[in-house]
């Protein structure tokens, strides 16, 4: 399955509906907008009345936050339905999900939570990101997770991992730059050596958030994926080399808590767009 | 296939707060009981911002630290059973009507149910209200046999306390003053367009609405509504149903509501 960027390789946001009438008055500086799907779910009222106006000026990234594909149990086949009926009625560009699950047994827990990286789980995820491409009959984006311990039973490299996944059923990759720096803080790892390793030829859009900084057990950093500030420093550098390997990709700008105005979320798009149009000149040349 | 992780994952993210699941680990080698507890309080604190955006009346009159233990206990017992969070919580009314240290406020489990009303409101299928026009062509022979299609978005909650007055009074929608809380109130909550409107119902309207949802013709509908409040105004309670765009469309008598 070939990768399907359709997403405009440029600087994006996470659509808030506090913003909406500041977006919707002007045009924006903005090459697409990602909601998350479960936020479009219901029947009708201001979401879709919202989400109809943003698709009809903008390109748009639906970006599921509640599938569960790193389940064991099996995928919640309602949910699939769903999906496909939100894509059949908005016609994103692209469709993302996580490497994580947050479903067990019935309960939902609204979280991306970790999974151990064995033989079994990744037969598993490739089994239903194969289901969900199936389902919506579109290639999905499988996005790399941060998180904030390990499993005694892994034995696959979560690069690897996600190669594999992505080289089994096609899917393209989201790689989250924010998450790999958590990541690799949480885990005493390299972010570069981590992207080093990463399959960058299969990532079709970049994630950037930002992160509050905590202690673990031993009084270690511990970063936390809060997505309540601007992007760090160290995660813009980690930005910049990236696209300086692959060229401009879609990049999206998350900032889902502690929402700031408009102004200040447009300014951190405005500054990746910076970086994508310097990588999109330094290849013309 | 054995589930082994996810399953003692999954029942420490509800269990007591220093349990932590079996086969974790941190690189520095130290047990990950904080690293574990980031889970945990993702999952408390995410699924108890959305009780709360639900029901900001609710968080105003308690307070958020009160939301807050009083969520956290009632996400243990009733955990969310769907991804779709802007229906979770449809037991919480209940939930909050037994929880103890709630009982001084016991008008609070109907501000609750108001609260939900409105946002089940808020993401029910778009249709258009009848207008004025609508009615205009009725045949005086034939009204007491039509019936009436309500708006999809419409509810009716009847309360024995004033719960439409405290609700707007803690919305900004009315100044706070005294209010005498054994005042009981009827609320029509609905979203004829995009705003959710919540209104008091005038003596009988509840039961004359109810029974015009339930399908009857409004012949048997001003009958409901006079057994329940003698004082019933049809004319006021028809300019009602036409003003607050709770009809969708008016069926004629042989006609059934879906």
């Given at each position: 399955m070939p990768i399907a960027a359709?997403?405009?390789?440029?600087?994006?946001?996470?659509?808030?509906?506090?913003?909406?009438a500041a977006i919707l008055a002007a045009a924006q500086p903005i090459g697409f907008f990602e909601v998350h799907a479960e936020n479009y779910m219901g029947a009708g009222g201001p979401p879709h009345a919202q989400l109809t106006a943003l698709r009809e000026r903008y390109a748009l990234s639906v970006h599921g936050v509640g599938l569960s594909i790193g389940s064991t149990g099996p995928l919640d086949r309602a949910h699939l339905t769903r999906l496909r009926q939100l894509c059949d009625r908005y016609a994103p560009a692209s469709f993302s999900e996580h490497l994580a699950w947050s479903s067990h047994d019935g309960v939902y827990f609204n979280d991306l939570?970790?999974?151990p990286y064995t033989g079994q789980t990744l037969a598993r995820v490739a089994e239903h990101v194969d289901e969900v491409q199936t389902a919506l009959g579109r290639q999905m984006l499988l996005e790399n997770p941060s998180t904030y311990l390990d499993f005694a039973e892994s034995t696959i490299a979560e690069v690897d991992f996600l190669a594999e996944i992505s080289r089994r059923t096609g899917c393209g990759l989201l790689l989250d730059i924010n998450n790999v720096f958590v990541s690799a803080t949480n885990h005493g790892t390299s972010a570069m050596d981590y992207l080093d390793r990463f399959p960058l030829h299969r990532v079709a859009e970049i994630h950037l958030g930002g992160h509050d900084a905590d202690t673990g057990d031993a009084g270690e950093p511990l970063l936390i994926d809060s997505h309540r500030v601007a992007v760090a420093d160290e995660v813009w550098a980690l930005y910049r080399e990236v696209i300086a390997r692959t060229g401009a990709l879609p990049t999206l700008?998350?900032?889902?808590?502690?929402?700031?105005?408009?102004?200040?979320?447009?300014?951190?798009?405005?500054?990746?767009?910076?970086?994508?149009?310097?990588?999109?000149?330094?290849?013309?040349? | 296939m054995p589930a082994t992780f996810e399953t003692s994952f999954a029942k420490a993210l509800l269990g007591a707060e220093a349990t932590f699941p079996p086969g974790i680990a941190a690189h520095t080698g130290a047990v990950p009981a904080?690293?574990?507890?980031?889970?945990?309080?993702?999952?408390?604190?995410?699924?108890?911002?959305?009780?709360?955006?639900?029901?900001?009346?609710i968080e105003r009159l308690v307070g958020g630290e009160f939301l807050a233990a009083m969520a956290r206990q009632f996400v243990m017992q009733h955990p969310p059973r769907s991804p779709l969070l802007a229906q979770y919580g449809e037991e919480f009314a209940d939930f909050i009507a037994a929880f103890e240290p709630a009982r001084e406020l016991p008008y609070l489990a109907d501000i609750a149910r108001l609260e939900a009303a409105r946002t089940r409101a808020y993401h029910a299928e778009d249709a258009t209200p009848l207008g004025g026009d609508g009615f205009a062509a009725l045949d005086a022979e034939t009204l007491g046999d039509i019936r009436l299609q309500l708006h999809p978005?419409?509810?009716?909650l009847r309360s024995p306390f004033p719960i439409v007055t405290i609700w707007a009074m803690n919305s900004g929608e009315l100044e706070l003053q005294p209010i005498e809380t054994g005042q009981g109130e009827d609320a029509l909550v609905v979203r004829p367009h995009l705003d959710v409107e919540i209104r008091a119902l005038p003596p009988g309207g509840a039961a004359f609405l109810q029974s015009l949802a339930g399908g009857r013709p409004l012949r048997d509908a001003i009958g409901a509504a006079l057994a329940d409040h003698a004082g019933f105004d049809l004319t006021g309670n028809l300019a009602g149903l036409i003003g607050s765009g709770v009809v969708r469309a008016i069926l004629s008598p042989a006609e059934r509501t879906p």
């Open positions: 359709h997403l405009p390789a440029s600087a994006g946001v996470g659509f808030k509906p506090e913003h909406a939570l970790p999974l700008i998350e900032w889902d808590n502690d929402v700031p105005d408009w102004p200040v979320l447009r300014a951190e798009a405005v500054a990746a767009q910076r970086i994508l149009s310097g990588a999109a000149r330094a290849s013309a040349a | 904080r690293r574990f507890a980031v889970y945990r309080n993702n999952v408390m604190a995410s699924l108890g911002a959305a009780l709360a955006q639900r029901h900001p009346v978005s419409a509810a009716i």
